[in-house]
């Protein structure tokens, strides 16, 4: 039998074995026997975050989509905390996910296609030579190669994956009296972690949860997957609306990405944060629930009156969005003085209405579905 798989990437490969079997063996056995100190559990914690959050809010957010900027001294932290989460440098990494981005799941293009499945898309894109490295995949990344901090980190990778692996943790289990055992948790434990709370948003974030914005792409939005993320979950949201700062926008929405990047601009450490206006996310919204009821009524052969009075009231939707929208839109171009009392009370009964048609929007909807199956 032939086997036309790419060649096994061995140091990759052997990395991802002997660390998961660290975390999964090592880990339990050296605190059965030895036990931890509550040091090395606060360390392991703290270099979770950091280096969790900087492939979210560095590496994804700031650098791949640019979705804002940050100073120099946040881009070296992030740079740094990116290393020790060792999923390559930002320049490689960024210039896969915005292939990933560009041909989402088109199996020979998007790099991890969630269309070849759960394993591939969650680590076996990295096992085998499926992609041919060639100096041109960076083309993709022309502005970060202007970026010293991002060039810094990509020249000198490996001695910052091994500083802020092995190095750090050694050095702060010295001071602490066990060496060992800080760098089985905050190293290899913690490195085990953050590895699969990325790949899950490759894998399961393209698989399981809903798609409130758009079905033109896999991606999903899932508030579990968020908590294990740093709020990378709201992926449907994200792979949408790439190029704004928040993936979860309510404010309930568990994205500490989000609040990290909002906390930064509060003390001028991050600005030129970048959002998609709401009217063209509840728009969204709205197409895709009037197209999953329109489905719905196709699956069951109901249509004429039913479709008719749904696609009716989907139209004075729109009318009460834009009526609303556009004149919070005017209102906001105007200067203070000019904002009187008549002017506020007007764009409040416009907001009503709009809440008002969406209310009966609901009501149809669920009326439809209920009656349809
Ligand atoms: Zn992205
Ligand atoms: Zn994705």
Known sequence: MSDNKPRLILVNTTLFVLTFLGAAVLVPLYGYWQGYQSEALWVAFLFWAWSGLSITAGYHRLWSHKAYNAHPAVQWFLAIGGAMALQNSILHWCSDHRRHHKHVDDNDRDPYSAGRGFWYSHIGWMLREYQVFTPELYNNARDLQKNPIVMNQHNHYGKWVLATNVGLPALIGWFTGDVLGMLLLAGVLRLVLVHHGTFFINSLAH??????????????????????????GYHNFHHTFEYDY?????????????????????????????????????????????????????????????????????????????????????????????????????????????????????????????QAV
């Open 246 to 370: 928040r993936n979860g926008i309510r404010w309930w929405h568990f994205d500490p990405t989000k609040w990290l990047i909002r906390g930064l601009a509060r003390v001028n450490l991050a600005w030129d944060l970048r959002r998609v206006p709401a009217d063209r996310i509840e728009s969204a919204r709205l197409a895709m629930q009037l197209k999953s009821s329109q489905q719905l009524l196709a699956e069951h052969q109901k249509g004429g009156e039913w479709l008719a009075r749904l696609e009716e009231e989907y139209e004075h939707m729109l009318n009460e969005l834009q009526r609303y929208y556009g004149e919070k839109q005017r209102q906001l171009k105007l200067h203070k003085h000019e904002l009187d009392r008549s002017a506020r009370r007007h764009l409040a009964e416009l907001r009503q209405a709009f809440e008002q048609q969406k209310r009966q929007w609901q009501a149809l909807r669920a009326q439809l579905h209920a």
């Open 207 to 232: 698989i399981w949860g809903s798609q409130p914005y758009s079905d033109k792409h896999s991606s999903r939005d899932n508030g579990a997957i968020a908590l294990l993320t740093f709020g990378e």
